[in-house]
Nanobody, 125 residues
Framework: QVQLVESGGGLVQAGGSLRLSCAASGFAFNNYAMGWFRQAPGKEREFVAAINWSGDTTSRADSVKGRFTISRDNTKNTVYLQINSLKPEDTAVYYC??????????????????WGQGIEVTVSS
C-alpha cells in the first residue's frame, strides 16, 4: 500500500537547522510531484514547498523563502526539506504529500493525493 513516512523532526533551538525526509513506497514515486505542508497548533494546514517529478521545478511559500529548500532523490524514493535559521513560528507538524500529477507544485491541498502521518518540529526560543 501507499506509504509516506516522515523523519528528521524534533526539538531544536531557534537559529538551528533540520533536514526532514519523507520516504515513499507503494506507488511510482518518480511520476509524482511532491510537497511539504505544515500545521501549527490552532492553525490551518499551510503549504510550505513543492517539487516536480524531476526536481527541476520547485516552489516555496513566501514565509519560508531563503530558509527552506526542497529536494528529492528518485533513486531513494525520498523527498527532503532542509530547514535553516529556524524560528519559533516554524513550530508545527510537517506533512509530506504526493501530488496527483508529475508537474503540480502549487499550494492547494486538494491537488495532493497521498499524505504522510506528519512529524513534529518544535523550535524553542
Amino acid at each position: 500500500q501507499v506509504q509516506l513516512v516522515e523523519s528528521g523532526g524534533g526539538l531544536v533551538q531557534a537559529g538551528g537547522s533540520l533536514r526532514l525526509s519523507c520516504a515513499a513506497s507503494g506507488f511510482a514515486f518518480n511520476n509524482y510531484a511532491m510537497g511539504w505542508f505544515r500545521q501549527a497548533p490552532g492553525k490551518e494546514r499551510e503549504f510550505v514547498a513543492a517539487i516536480n517529478w524531476s526536481g527541476d521545478t520547485t516552489s516555496r511559500a513566501d514565509s519560508v523563502k531563503g530558509r527552506f529548500t526542497i529536494s528529492r532523490d528518485n533513486t531513494k524514493n525520498t523527498v527532503y526539506l532542509q530547514i535553516n535559521s529556524l524560528k519559533p513560528e516554524d513550530t508545527a507538524v510537517y506533512y509530506c504529500a504526493a501530488a496527483g500529477s508529475s508537474w503540480y507544485t502549487g499550494p492547494r491541498p486538494a491537488e495532493y493525493t497521498y499524505w504522510g502521518q506528519g512529524i513534529e518540529v518544535t523550535v524553542s526560543s
